[in-house]
Every structure is written in C-alpha cells, then in structure tokens.
C-alpha cells in the first residue's frame, strides 16, 4: 500500500495539502533570497539563500531592521508604500554584502495581509544579478569604447556578411571623409557594388586561398576619393566566427599607406639614380672603344679603298654601332622611370638584360659572367624593369666583391612547378658575419661610395613578387645570394 503525501494528497486519493509546509519547501528552495518583515521594517524569517546573497546567518538579522543593513533610502521609501498596500516587483537597486562589496539586486516587495486583510507585514524578495549588470556595464563600456574608435579612426572599418552577396553590416564613418558615402550609404548594400568585375573575381580568388590555406587576408589597393585624389590603401581582412565555429561575417580595416607607397617610390628612384651614376664610368669605357674603331675606320673610308675592303670596314663599323646600341639602350632602360606594371616576361631575357648593363663593369674588373639555365623557358608574371633592378644590385655587389677580377656565376633552377631559384655567386672577399644581420637595414652600408639602399629596396622588390632573398656568404670564400620568385 502507497504512503500518502503530507503535501497534495492520501491513500484514498483525496486532496490533503499541508500548506505551512509547502509554504517552507518553497521558500527554502527558491533560488531568490526571501525574507518576511514585521511593520516595523524587522526580520521576522528569513530563507537560505538570502543568508547566501548577503552573507549573514540567520541569527544575525532576526530583531534587527532591514535600514541597517546600509540599503539605499529609496529602499526606505519603497517599504512605506508597500505598508499601505503598493507592489512593487523587479526593481533595480543595490545593497551590500557583508563583507563590503556592493550588490546589484533585483528587488520584489509586496504587503502581507491578516486573516481581516490588514497589512500585518512585508515580504521581500531578493535576487543577485551582480554578474549580468556586472557584464552589461562592461558590454556599455566597450560599445562606447568601440563608438570612439570607429567614429574617430582614419582608417576605413566595415563588416559584411559571408554569404553570396557579401552584404556590408558596419561602416565607420571615416568612408564619407575619404569617398562622401555615409555609413547609412553603405550597410545593406553589396560588396560587389563598390568594386569592378576584375576586382571581384579577385576577391572571390582571396577568399578562396584563405578557406584552402588559412592564411590572412592581405593587400593593397589604389582608389580615388571623393576629391580626385589618388591614394593606396592597405587591406586586412579577419574572419568572424559564430559560436559554432563557423564564419560568420569578415571585419575589413583599411589603412591610408599613400605616404608609405611614396616613399618607398622615392628610395627606389635614390637607389636606381645610385647605379646609374656608378655605372656611367663603364659604360663611358665601353662605348669609346667602338668610337674610337668607327674613327679609325671612317679615316680609312676617306682615304679611298678597295670596294672589298669598304665593305669589310662597313661590316665593322656596322657591329661596333650595334654594340653601342645595345648598350645605350639597355643604360637607358634602367635610367628610366620605371611604373610598376605586372606582366608575362621570360626570366632569362631579364637577366640577359642585366648582364649587359653591367658587361662593361665586369670587364673593367676583370670579371666574367657566366650562366647556367636549364633547358625549358621560364616565365614570370612580373615588372622587368623592378626585377632588373634587383638582378643589377645582385650581379653589381658581386664584380665589386672581386678587386683583383675572378668570376660570377648566376644559376637558374627550377625547383617547383611554380617556384624558381635564382642564385648569385661569387668569388669575393666575403662579408663577415657580424655584419650580415644588417645587411638590408636602410642606409646601412660597407662601401664608400655606397647610400646603403640597394638591399632595402631590392628586398621590397621581391615581396611584391611573392619571392624571399637569402644572403649566404663566408670571409675569404665569396657570397651566395638567393632569390626564389614564383613563375608561371
């Protein structure tokens, strides 16, 4: 036979409830604090996890009034209504734990009524939300940090979805200094409606390499502002993830490197200027030769000949102005103004390029170039002119390593399907190796005539291209520099 509940029922099935004490497993189970006032604002009763919230026991606060326990005077006021038959439910307020620290409470308090329906007494009903106000004062604090931030902030912030259309969410409103589009211009509208299709297939492209590989998402881009100006613009692109670990939406800071990219023209100008007047000497050297062989020819011509030997002379007087044609072009290819501008070139027609700029150096130092390419053709999607100058830096370090002349060897491998290996050896007096941890510092320098840019700049080169530099090199032996570049 089943016991019967002293709560809800007996074993006939008929309704028993024992009200005192399901007033008390209630009271004692509420995850709130719960305690009951006389009229004169005293403890009268008082549940667990009141004594849990506060930190006083029970014995502590019977008799004693509820003001003091230091809560606020609007606490106070509350009550005097509540004795005059007002509730009051959810109230924002703080009291203080008996330790010191300050609690933020929400407060419930309500009359208790006698049998003739009297106010005999109050009942309060306490919960600690310390933690969540806690996290919203700091959630406030960072919105408004945030606020700043992004109000303020010259560089351009936004966050657009991961979905097809890539829809902007945020835009901070340094986009209406630099292109005159507010925020409000922005959020909800496409990605692909501020950028060209080329643009965007190359965007799809990064977003691609990044689900493949990881990597940040990382480039620069020209645009033009609101006033005509033309200005480069340094893209960091992060991922957002939900709490599932998937992306969610990308956060996108864009910063003005105008002045940067500017500068790094005006080192790469200095440094070209550099070779060019420390090249003239040999070039000036190579070209008198054949001037002075077109001379004593042209004389021989005048002095009347044979038409045989008129037509030998010619032939040599035809070969020695190709020579300097040859060399004056590509002199003046490197003097040039060179824009940055990628496309297909043959690798070893770059190099070519160089070795003729600087045969003449060679020769005055009594130095040969030789070459090792392998047998297929090499492409690259590049700038000749960029690459030719870090080929010219390379091959101009090295004839200058040999005083007493010697040989340089410039070795072509390929050593992926699209990566190859350039490297530059000579014969030298080698670098030591204290000094080859500053080897590319700007201005850093070991030669005389020397404005310690070549390095800097050749190095920056390289990155643009997707290709890394790496200079071995031992005192007495001779140095090895090695480039790899991606090809196609």
């Known amino acids: 036979m089943s016991q019967s509940s002293p709560f809800f029922g007996n074993e006939n099935g008929s309704v028993n409830i024992d009200t005192d004490k399901l007033s008390d497993l209630f009271i004692n189970c509420t995850p709130d604090g719960f305690v009951v006032l006389d009229m004169d604002n005293r403890f009268i009763r008082v549940n667990p996890m009141y004594t849990v919230i506060f930190g006083y026991e029970e014995h502590e606060l019977f008799g004693r009034r509820l003001d003091e326990f230091a809560f606020p005077e609007r606490d106070s006021e509350i009550l005097e209504q509540v004795k005059l038959g007002r509730t009051f439910t959810n109230l924002k307020t703080q009291g203080y ?112 390499s990044y689900e493949r590989t990881g990597e940040p998402i990382f480039f620069e881009k020209e645009m033009r502002t609101v006033l005509g100006d033309t200005i480069y613009l340094e893209y960091n692109i992060s991922p957002i993830q939900n709490d599932n670990g998937e992306i969610d939406s990308f956060l996108a800071v864009a910063r003005n490197i105008t002045d940067r990219v500017r500068n790094e023209a005006a080192l790469r100008n200095l440094d070209r200027l550099s070779i060019i007047g420390q090249l003239a000497a040999g070039v000036a050297h190579e070209i008198r030769n054949p001037l002075t062989s077109l001379k004593g020819f042209t004389k021989l011509l005048h002095g009347g000949t044979s038409l045989e030997k008129q037509d030998q002379y010619l032939d040599i007087i035809q070969n020695e102005l190709e020579r300097i044609d040859i060399i004056v072009n590509e002199f003046m290819s490197l003097a040039k103004p060179q824009a940055i501008e990628f496309k297909r070139a043959q690798l070893y027609s770059i190099i070519e390029s160089t070795i003729n700029i600087l045969q003449p150096q060679a020769l005055l130092h009594n130095v040969q170039i030789k070459t090792n390419y392998p047998a297929e053709n090499i492409e690259l999607m590049c700038s000749p002119n960029q690459l030719k100058q870090v080929f010219v830096n390379f091959l101009k370090n090295a004839i200058e390593a040999m005083q007493d002349g010697g040989n340089v060897y410039i070795k072509v491998e390929k050593i992926k399907s699209n990566r190859v290996l350039l490297l530059f050896m000579d014969e030298g007096i080698g670098i030591d190796p204290e000094i080859i941890g500053y080897l590319g510092t700007p201005f850093y320098t070991t030669k005389d005539k020397g404005i310690g840019l070549g390095l800097t700049v050749s190095n920056k080169i390289l990155q643009e291209h997707g290709g890394e530099m790496k200079i071995d090199s031992q005192a007495g032996i001779g140095t090895t520099v090695c480039i790899e570049l991606e090809c196609l």
Do not use: C
């Not at 005999?120 to 004062?137: C, H, M, P, Q, V």
């Not at 560089?155 to 945020?170: A, C, E, G």
């Open 97 to 208: 734990h008996k330790n010191g620290d300050i609690l933020d409470i929400a407060a419930s308090f309500s009359p208790f009524k006698d049998t003739n329906g009297d106010v005999a007494g109050l009942i309060g009903i306490f919960r600690d939300i310390t933690e969540s106000k806690t996290l919203e004062r700091e959630l406030k604090k960072s919105r408004e940090l945030y606020r700043l931030i992004t109000e303020n902030t010259t560089d351009l912030i936004s966050i657009f979805t991961n979905t097809r259309n890539k829809t902007f969410l945020f835009a901070s409103s340094s986009h209406e200094k630099w292109f005159g589009m507010t925020p409000e211009q922005i959020v909800g509208r496409s990605l692909y409606d501020f950028i060209s299709e080329e643009e965007a297939d190359s965007f799809k492209t990064l977003l691609q």
